[in-house]
């Protein structure tokens, strides 16, 4: 029986040093990859999201339950909730809607905020025009058209269908202060 004589400490020690640093350059790799990864991705996606956008869902909202409740040549202001989800945030915003007919069948809808800066606008039973208080804009009640102010365009319409007897609006916001109409 052969016996084979000790390893010498200087040969121990280059193997476990050769060891040890190849344990450390696999470690480090894997360090650096896990952290790469872990930075790489919410870059690469927070660059890459807007081109997968989700399209915006647009609801029809019901804004009168009975058409023949609706005043024939008066416009109606409507007020509704409009909630909103952004991740586990829910937003509720009041909304406000002008509905305006001149037969009882065809309905105009307007955007319930002045198209200068945003201003919520009122209906003035006397001049039979829509005023807006915070800087004199006025409206034509049948078009939507500027007759006086600094409003850069007429109000906002909204499609309108009636199912039912219901009327129901599409409402979208505007960007304001502009003469183009572009959603906001």
Do not use: C
């Given at each position: 029986m052969s016996v084979s004589p000790p390893p010498d400490d200087a040969a121990r020690a280059a193997t476990d040093a050769?060891?040890?640093?190849?344990f450390l350059k696999l470690a480090s790799a894997l360090g650096a990859g896990i952290s790469a990864l872990l930075v790489?991705?919410?870059?690469?996606?927070?660059?890459?999201?807007?081109?997968?956008?989700?399209?915006?869902?647009?609801?029809?909202?019901?804004?009168?339950?009975d058409v023949?409740?609706?005043d024939v040549g008066v416009p109606v202001?409507?007020?509704?909730?409009?909630?909103?989800?952004?991740?586990?945030?829910?937003?509720?915003?009041?909304?406000t809607v002008w509905l305006y007919t001149e037969d009882g069948e065809k309905f105009i809808a307007y955007s319930g905020t002045c198209t200068h800066l945003g201003c919520s606008y009122g209906y003035d039973k006397t001049k039979d025009l829509f005023v807006c208080p915070c800087h004199r804009g006025i409206f034509d009640v049948k078009t939507g058209?500027?007759?006086s102010g600094p409003p850069p365009r007429p109000l906002d319409t909204l499609p309108v269908k009636v199912?039912?007897?219901?009327?129901?609006?599409?409402?979208?916001?505007?960007?304001?202060?502009?003469?183009?109409?572009?959603?906001a």
């Open positions: 050769v060891g040890r640093r190849r790489g991705i919410p870059a690469a996606s927070a660059f890459l999201s807007p081109g997968f956008k989700k399209p915006v869902k647009r609801n029809w909202v019901k804004v009168a339950d023949a409740t609706i202001k409507v007020d509704f909730v409009e909630a909103a989800q952004d991740a586990w945030v829910e937003s509720r915003t009041l909304r058209k500027v007759l199912e039912n007897g219901e009327v129901h609006v599409l409402y979208e916001t505007f960007r304001t202060g502009i003469e183009a109409k572009v959603v």
